[in-house]
């Protein structure tokens, strides 16, 4: 990438939520408020499955799995936010940018390799009970949790090597709190409509295929739970498949209206929109929907609070 007089360019200057010293620290208070529940959200998760042995089966290896990679998706960029919400320029180095840009998608896009293995695991144990054990055997559940890793790390490298190869002649400011495909893409002064083209192909078959997949999944496991006979089972399993749902609806529907959509249909500030909603809500909402829903967890944590009240 060059600039018109050929110097090279080595940063870039994000335009941030608000250019408002009032808004900003407002913003600060209220992103620093969301991170923090971010965090012992996320964790509490993590320390009850870990801890409690009633939470020892690949369901909640997987929940604390998602949690732990909501605590490093929030983490990649969260942290420099806040940081420029205090900061009269917000300058970002050009390799700064480019690994934000590689981590932040990367970990999305195994969050959404994860939360179809998921779906798949709740397919195999309504669909499958007696055989649940031996199928989602631990070492599969290691393998699977690793698999999720490998993906997301190996298939953001096309995204963003295209991306880094677009001709930017000189335009450095990103109107986002971030560093984006899309929005490093927008800053391009050739015709990159083949760049683009390739980039949103790629992105619909990353979203598309784990979509495709969690639905066929749910469309099997709503037909056997409308066989089980009791209806209070019916209820567990519903309410069980009903967490997971809230949690890919909220997930896929952000990420899918940022990356799925022609770039020319964009408005001002609304990806700036969408993205805290993926970047921050959403691994704020996840502790809170599997707890608030989850009889098993609420337990766990009853039990952790009685043991401690006891010491």
Same mark, same amino acid.
């Given at each position: 990438?060059l $600039?018109?007089?050929?110097t090279?360019?080595?940063?870039?200057?994000?335009l941030g939520l608000s250019?408002? +010293?009032?808004?900003?620290?407002?913003?600060f208070?209220v992103?620093? $408020?969301?991170y923090?529940?971010?965090?012992i959200?996320?964790?509490?998760?993590?320390?009850l499955?870990?801890t409690?042995?009633s939470l020892h089966? +690949?369901?909640?290896?997987?929940?604390?799995?998602? @949690?732990?990679?909501d605590?490093?998706?929030?983490?990649?960029?969260?942290?420099?936010?806040?940081?420029?919400?205090?900061?009269?320029k917000?300058?970002i180095? %050009?390799g700064?940018c480019?690994?934000?840009? %590689?981590?932040? $998608?990367?970990?999305g896009?195994?969050?959404c390799?994860?939360?179809a293995i998921?779906?798949?695991?709740?397919?195999v144990a309504?669909?499958?009970p007696?055989?649940y054990?031996?199928?989602?055997?631990?070492m599969?559940?290691?393998?699977?949790?690793?698999?999720?890793w490998v993906?997301g790390f190996?298939?953001s490298i096309s995204?963003?090597?295209?991306?880094?190869?677009v001709?930017l002649c000189?335009?450095n400011?990103i109107?986002?709190?971030?560093?984006e495909?899309?929005?490093?893409?927008?800053l391009?002064?050739?015709?990159i409509m083949?760049v683009?083209?390739i980039?949103?192909?790629v992105?619909?078959?990353?979203?598309m295929?784990p979509?495709?997949f969690?639905?066929?999944?749910?469309i099997?496991?709503?037909?056997?739970i409308l066989?089980?006979?009791?209806?209070s089972?019916?209820?567990?399993?519903f309410?069980?498949c009903g967490s997971?749902?809230?949690?890919?609806t909220i997930f %896929?529907g952000s990420?899918?209206?940022?990356?799925?959509? +022609?770039? @020319? @249909?964009?408005?001002p500030?609304?990806?700036?929109?969408?993205?805290?909603?993926?970047?921050?809500?959403t691994p704020m909402?996840?502790?809170?929907?599997y707890?608030?829903?989850?009889?098993?967890?609420?337990?766990?944590f009853?039990r952790v609070?009685?043991?401690?009240h006891?010491?």
């Amino acid at each position: 990438m060059l $600039l018109k007089n050929d110097t090279v360019l080595s940063e870039f200057v994000l335009l941030g939520l608000s250019s408002q +010293p009032k808004i900003q620290l407002a913003l600060f208070i209220v992103f620093t $408020l969301v991170y923090a529940v971010i965090l012992i959200g996320n964790i509490l998760i993590i320390v009850l499955v870990l801890t409690d042995v009633s939470l020892h089966s +690949p369901m909640y290896f997987f929940l604390s799995n998602l @949690s732990f990679l909501d605590l490093c998706y929030s983490t990649s960029t969260v942290p420099r936010m806040l940081k420029d919400l205090l900061s009269v320029k917000k300058i970002i180095s %050009y390799g700064e940018c480019a690994a934000q840009m %590689y981590i932040s $998608l990367s970990l999305g896009e195994s969050e959404c390799v994860l939360l179809a293995i998921m779906a798949y695991d709740r397919y195999v144990a309504i669909c499958f009970p007696l055989h649940y054990t031996t199928i989602m055997n631990k070492m599969v559940c290691v393998r699977l949790a690793v698999g999720t890793w490998v993906c997301g790390f190996l298939l953001s490298i096309s995204h963003v090597a295209l991306t880094l190869k677009v001709d930017l002649c000189g335009h450095n400011e990103i109107n986002h709190f971030l560093c984006e495909v899309p929005e490093i893409l927008s800053l391009g002064c050739e015709n990159i409509m083949l760049v683009e083209s390739i980039i949103f192909i790629v992105g619909v078959i990353i979203l598309m295929t784990p979509v495709t997949f969690i639905v066929i999944s749910y469309i099997n496991i709503i037909m056997s739970i409308l066989k089980i006979a009791s209806s209070s089972g019916q209820r567990k399993a519903f309410s069980t498949c009903g967490s997971h749902m809230m949690v890919v609806t909220i997930f %896929y529907g952000s990420a899918m209206a940022a990356y799925m959509k +022609p770039r @020319s @249909s964009s408005l001002p500030g609304t990806d700036k929109m969408i993205a805290i909603f993926y970047f921050i809500v959403t691994p704020m909402l996840n502790p809170l929907i599997y707890s608030l829903r989850n009889n098993d967890v609420k337990a766990a944590f009853q039990r952790v609070i009685k043991i401690k009240h006891f010491c």
